[in-house]
């Protein structure tokens, strides 16, 4: 049967037979993977060996390791496809070696006839017909060749490539073992890291009543506005006041509390750039519609009696009466809502003060009053119900959930980015976030009397922050005396001085600083929190968590220096 095979069907099947594409994983590929699981086993052994591995690092590795097994997966699909191509082939090769036999016994008889058929054309008597036979027959035989050594090449090459796809599949084996193996693992620090953290986040809920009151006293001190009905934002920018002290460290926070609904001086920028304060309102609140109440709605005031609502909102003073009026409308709204919602729709009392919202009496006037009428009755109303609107001056460039801040779940707050365009950097945030012409939207909070009345901090006083940070990691038991050491201590305990502190740490194994010369933070650009703290010092170099960071600083930082939210930098002088 194989006689009967045409020579155009051998041609063709040796043809498909070197056409099909048996693509296989360059050696490279599979070096790459094997090199990043490297990696990331160094990485793995890093970050136990380290104090206490952060969760944020695990999860990073845990990324590295799904990209890892992503890889690997591919791979493993690849391999079987050439598997699948290889067994298509060693059939195709059957009846290739076939064919060759047939071919070689053909080729064979061809040069013999080539080589009588060169003796015999001598003797012919029409040189041209013998010499057109003669490149015949040379043609013939010259193919025949070709595609013999065709079909030896291709077997030479199927069978590097079965012993090549074996070698892949034992180094993958390999790789996914080791993948497992480190995933397993990786699962359990990732579960001891949480445990850690939940422990860490107990005990720092735990520094004590006291020392919690003390940090909340620290703050009440600054005497941060809640919102713009104080009168015009003071902070002042460290950046521009020289301590005296030469290199020194300062840090700042981006907005002030409590960043939750209305960004007023957001809505500002928002005004500015042309939007009306329907799409003002629904940038910072969730789900909520407008609808309208009746403005003779009788609520009480405190200190005022009873007031009809629309009235009452004349005497509102929280928003500069010469903002943009869509701006003042959108305040309009926000303080009707609260209102409403606040005295159960005229049922409770309201205060007058920044507690509740500023009232004053009386009309204020101007645009205010134009606002007022514009938007007569208008109130936010989410599933039925007027929703308390709440707002504060300035937010950093971020909104957050009122779960964020006070634990009570709402469905109209929300977590958001407040800025025109992406932000991918500190940079980006201070020329695109709405409400980046507040003064208060990025400053350093707190001062000392000396060092020319700014927050700026000495190498050694960061040094002890970290140090003491360090400590409360090790042993939570010393919590307790590491309160501030510039005010008595709220537990009546012993507060540790920076030697003591440095000493107690020695005594555990750890290396203290007495200095720092570099301090960096990384932050969710979604979300708006500083992430982590990096410290650089003659102590090494250690990775703190930036919400961890910042309680420790709140802590220990001396007079009423703090770090007031959770997005917040370091500059250096």
């Not at 009428?373 to 707002?391: D, P």
């Not at 932050?523 to 990096?534: A, E, N």
Request: aromatic share 10%; proline share 3%; net charge neutral.
């Amino acid at each position: 049967m194989l006689k009967k095979i045409s020579v155009g069907l051998l041609l063709s099947v040796i043809c498909y037979l070197l056409l099909v594409n048996i693509s296989f994983v360059h050696a490279d590929e599979l070096s790459d993977i094997e090199s990043e699981l490297g990696d990331l086993k160094k990485a793995l052994q890093m970050s136990v060996s380290a104090t206490t591995p952060l969760e944020k690092d695990l999860n990073r590795i845990q990324q590295q390791l799904n990209a890892i097994k992503a890889k690997t997966a591919q791979v493993e699909a690849d391999i079987t496809k050439k598997q699948i191509e290889v067994t298509e082939g060693e059939h195709l090769l059957g009846l290739a070696q076939e064919l060759l036999n047939e071919k070689v016994k053909s080729w064979y008889k061809s040069h013999q006839e080539f080589e009588s058929l060169g003796i015999s054309f001598l003797f012919k008597r029409n040189i041209q017909d013998a010499i057109r036979s003669l490149g015949y027959q040379k043609k013939i035989v010259e193919n025949d060749r070709d595609t013999i050594v065709k079909t030896v090449l291709y077997i030479k090459d199927l069978e590097d490539k079965k012993v090549q796809l074996e070698s892949e599949k034992v180094r993958l084996t390999a790789i996914k073992e080791e993948t497992d193996k480190q995933a397993g693992f990786l699962q359990g620090e990732i579960g001891k890291a949480k445990s850690y953290q939940a422990t860490l986040s107990r005990k720092i809920a735990e520094l004590s009543a006291k020392q919690q009151a003390l940090v909340a006293a620290k703050l009440a001190s600054l005497n941060l506005p809640t919102s713009l009905g104080a009168g015009p934002l003071y902070c002042t920018d460290d950046r521009k006041l020289d301590p005296g002290f030469g290199s020194a460290f300062a840090f700042f926070t981006y907005g002030i509390p409590h960043r939750v609904g209305l960004n007023q001086y957001g809505a500002l920028g928002r005004a500015k750039a042309g939007q009306n304060y329907k799409d003002i309102l629904q940038a910072y609140f969730s789900g909520v519609s407008f609808e309208k109440r009746d403005p003779n709605t009788t609520i009480k005031v405190e200190g005022y009696g009873d007031k009809k609502l629309d009235e009452y909102m004349l005497g509102i003073y929280e928003m500069p009466g010469n903002w943009p009026l869509e701006a003042l409308k959108a305040q309009v709204v926000a303080a009707r809502s609260y209102a409403l919602a606040y005295t159960n729709n005229g049922a409770n009392q309201i205060c007058t003060t920044q507690s509740c919202q500023v009232y004053k009496g009386g009309n204020k006037g101007g645009d205010w009053e134009r606002a007022v009428k514009e938007t007569e009755g208008e109130v936010l109303v989410a599933g039925g119900n007027v929703v308390k609107a709440w707002y504060a001056s300035t937010f950093g460039g971020y909104s957050f959930a009122s779960e964020d801040v006070w634990g009570s779940s709402t469905s109209w707050t929300k977590r958001m980015r407040d800025a025109s365009g992406d932000v991918g950097s500190f940079s980006d945030l201070s020329d695109r976030a709405f409400d980046k012409e507040s003064p208060c939207f990025y400053a350093a909070q707190g001062f000392r009397t000396e060092y020319n009345k700014s927050a700026w901090l000495k190498r050694e006083e960061v040094a002890d922050i970290v140090n003491v940070l360090l400590l409360a990691k090790k042993d939570s038991g010393t919590t307790n005396h590491l309160s501030q050491p510039d005010k008595p201590n709220p537990d009546n305990e012993e507060t540790w001085n920076p030697g003591r502190v440095k000493d107690e740490l020695k005594s555990r194994g750890v290396t203290p600083y007495n200095t720092v010369s570099d301090i960096s933070v990384d932050w969710d650009k979604g979300s708006g929190r500083t992430t982590s703290v990096m410290i650089k010092g003659d102590g090494g170099e250690n990775n703190f968590d930036g919400g961890e960071f910042k309680n420790f600083f709140n802590v220990r930082a001396p007079a009423n220096i703090q770090i007031v939210g959770p997005l917040y930098n370091v500059e250096r002088r």
